[in-house]
């Protein structure tokens, strides 16, 4: 794998471009999660941070980054939970008064109905999902909507099976299917408040959340032998990608899905 278009780009991102702007970024699991790439690329460009981790388990996890990324805020966020969300939006409103980007990448489903038949899944099993892979997502754009006074940007992740029917994604894909339309009718409420809001489409990527998926390492395999650029995707990618959406450079974009795929999702 040539890895000198990627150098290129992370030396690229040494700016600060993003200083001044305040971050919270909701979905750190370890150092391979999308979160974190994002997390990365947003400090580079001079972002300060706000990072969440879901629990006391996946706290030794998160801590280290948070500190290698100099987080001002570092809070428990499991959003099933109830107040916990509103607690992290309560420190970030008492720190720093104000928000500016917000990113949302979470998503889970119980594992008997995330391998199963979207068929047989169970009415609970649904719900779940749903409400923590993107309800929550429109609870956090409720809770944001007041500290982006001059206006922010919120992101979600999404995936390729909300428009397409990938093999063994089941369940995820009604569900991510919600959250991009999701997506749209927040940019479209959220316009006049300059506050801009996008899904972000990884092709597949390395993650834990990942792994719960059966026969994913066929999928990754096949993505590399399909994709135009036949490579797969990294954190650094889609982090630069979310770190755009976030500029002055796509301040008239909003309400959009942006594939960070390698051109997989062109290809029939």
């Not at 169970?122 to 956090?140: L, N, P, Q, T, Y």
């Not at 797969?232 to 796509?250: C, E, K, N, S």
Request: net charge negative; charged share 20%; hydrophobic share 45%.
């Amino acid at each position: 794998m040539n890895d000198e278009p990627a150098k290129v780009a992370r030396t690229a991102v040494q700016s600060n471009i993003l200083h001044g702007r305040r971050a919270l970024v909701i979905g750190i699991a370890n150092e391979h999660s999308i979160a974190y790439g994002c997390a990365r690329i947003f400090r580079q460009l001079g972002a300060e941070l706000a990072v969440t981790y879901v629990n006391e388990k996946a706290k030794p996890y998160v801590e280290p980054l948070a500190k290698e990324l100099g987080a001002s805020i570092f809070a428990p966020c499991d959003v099933a939970q109830s107040g916990q969300l509103e607690a992290v939006f309560e420190q970030i409103s008492a720190t720093w008064g104000s928000l500016d980007i917000a990113l949302h990448s979470i998503a889970f489903a119980p594992k008997e109905d995330l391998q199963g038949r979207l068929v047989d899944s169970s009415s609970e099993g649904f719900k779940v999902a749903m409400d923590i892979s993107c309800h929550s997502f429109i609870r956090m754009a409720r809770l944001a909507e007041p500290l982006m006074r001059e206006g922010g940007t919120l992101l979600a992740m999404s995936y390729h099976g909300a428009n397409k029917v990938v093999p063994n994604y089941n369940l995820m894909g009604p569900v991510k299917a919600a959250l991009e339309s999701a997506v749209r009718y927040l940019a479209y409420e959220l316009g006049d408040k300059h506050i801009r809001v996008h899904a972000v489409s990884p092709g597949p990527l390395k993650t834990r959340a990942a792994s719960g998926l059966k026969d994913f390492d066929v999928l990754l395999s096949e993505a590399i032998e399909r994709a135009p650029i036949g490579e797969l995707v990294d954190i650094d990618d889609v982090g630069l990608t979310a770190a755009y959406l976030a500029t002055p450079f796509a301040r008239r974009l909003t309400g959009m899905t942006i594939y960070v795929d390698g051109g997989l999702s062109i290809v029939a």
